[in-house]
């Protein structure tokens, strides 16, 4: 298999993407990672990006997330909102996980927000549903079907009690 080749193919399988604890909040737009390739405090950093990033980036697809290497003495992470302003996280020293669980409590939306956005989503109700508890009790409310036979008797033609009888 090809996507199974490469350094800890582990991380483009559908499971381990899903995952991935941290939902960024709503009025995040850009998240980006400063770090430097060599250096022991940049390690955490180094470890974050390869091991987490892809799960950040599989669970909020409409962020845009950037690392820059080699430009920085210290490493940070950068969260930019969608009114323009930032926030700088300082991650010199921390290991992957003390980066995630921060990342988590700082930028990243608790379980309640989770909760009632998962809740919202399934209350979606679909408008082609009718009957009993959707906004519509008869299909024939919707305009373009055929009237209700309550009100009024469809032609014998569409009735089966018509259409299979047969003439002796």
């Given amino acids: ?6 350094p800890a193919p582990i991380r483009r399988t559908i499971k381990y993407l899903e995952a991935g ?21 940049h390690q955490g950093t ?3 990006v390869f091991w987490r990033l ?21 490493p940070f992470i950068r969260a930019f909102y969608d009114t323009g302003d930032h926030m700088l996280i300082d991650v010199d020293g921390k290991t992957n996980d003390e980066i995630y ?8 939306k608790n379980q309640a927000m989770l909760r009632a956005e998962l809740v919202a989503k399934e209350k979606k ?14 299909i024939c409310f919707i305009p373009g079907q055929v009237p209700c036979p309550a ?12 259409k299979y009888k047969k003439d002796d």
């Fill in 1 to 6: 298999m090809p996507f199974m080749r490469g």
């Fill in 21 to 41: 604890r941290l939902h960024l909040k709503d009025q995040i737009k850009i998240l980006t990672v400063n770090y430097n390739t060599h250096g022991e405090s």
């Fill in 46 to 48: 180094r470890d974050f």
């Fill in 54 to 74: 892809p799960q950040i980036q599989y669970k909020n697809p409409q962020i845009q997330i950037s690392t820059f290497k080699n430009l920085t003495p210290t």
């Fill in 101 to 108: 669980e921060h990342l988590i409590q700082v930028i990243g």
């Fill in 125 to 138: 109700d679909n408008p082609a549903n009718f009957g009993f508890g959707c906004d519509r009790h008869c």
């Fill in 151 to 162: 009100v009024c008797p469809l032609p014998n033609h569409m009735r089966g009690k018509y």
